[in-house]
């Protein structure tokens, strides 16, 4: 069974500040991604990095894959109200994940103004 | 632009009841996934489907059964509710393997008591 640990599990810091969100395994993933879920809906997807020390960054947020492809990590700039939620990392198996995802237990996020 | 609905958005019933949650798309996606989340678990894969009339067991499939008779219709049965499958069900596609991301319905909650 893999196994995904996040850290950690809640973060309250000041708008403006910046933050690093960590999601670790002992087992090697096709590929990672990131979801970000607010109250009452469903996640929804961040990004996909699937090569072993890829860095992508969308605005704010810079995530990168691990160079064993067994850790990642989202890091926010500026952090802002907005970007307050749950963040779930996820991770897709030797099989192209078509078994379905493993996913963290996730990270709250509040972004005090 | 939903593209993926969950119906009913909420549900309470007995204990002992049979319970039918439905996911449909508009996608035409292969793949379809059914998770449940729940504090200090996270989302947890209950059955999935990689195309009509083929399901395949997740980690957590006792209890459940599904159906998935077209392609956008996948439909999850909890034959005998009990109060351990009081949870917040969120069905998923994804066009390609999991890997490729999935977008998530907005989640039944299901309350048995």
């Known amino acids: 069974t893999q196994l995904l640990e996040q850290s950690p599990q809640f973060l309250s810091i000041q708008e403006g500040e910046n933050l690093t969100v960590y999601c670790n395994s002992s087992?090697?993933?096709?590929?990672l991604q990131w979801y970000r879920q607010e109250p009452g809906e469903g996640p929804v997807l961040l990004v996909t990095?699937?090569?072993?020390?890829e860095v992508k960054k969308l605005k704010r947020l810079t995530f990168q894959f691990g160079d064993a492809r067994k850790d990642s990590s989202l890091h926010i700039t500026a952090a802002q109200p907005g970007d307050t939620g749950l963040y779930l990392c996820?991770?897709?198996?030797?099989?192209?994940?078509?078994?379905?995802?493993?996913f963290g237990k996730g990270t709250h996020l509040i972004i005090q103004p | 632009d939903a593209g993926i609905t969950q119906s009913p958005r909420h549900k309470v019933t007995e204990t002992g009841t049979p319970v039918t949650l439905r996911c449909h798309q508009t996608?035409?996606?292969?793949?379809m996934y059914w998770y449940r989340q729940d504090p200090g678990h996270g989302l947890r894969l209950i059955h999935y489907?990689?195309?009509?009339?083929?399901?395949d067991k997740g980690e957590v499939s006792d209890g459940y059964s599904v159906s998935r008779s077209k392609t956008e219709d996948f439909l999850l049965t909890l034959e005998s509710a009990t109060s351990s499958q009081t949870s917040v069900y969120f069905c998923?596609?994804?066009?390609?393997?999991?890997?490729?991301?999935?977008?998530f319905g907005s989640g039944t909650r299901l309350t048995v008591v």
């Open positions: 996820a991770g897709g198996d030797s099989g192209g994940g078509a078994d379905g995802l493993t």
């Open positions: 996608e035409n996606h292969r793949y």
């Open positions: 489907s990689y195309g009509v009339k083929d399901t």
């Open positions: 998923a596609i994804t066009f390609g393997t999991a890997n490729y991301g999935y977008t």
């Open positions: 990095v699937v090569t072993g020390g």
């Open positions: 087992s090697v993933f096709s590929s």
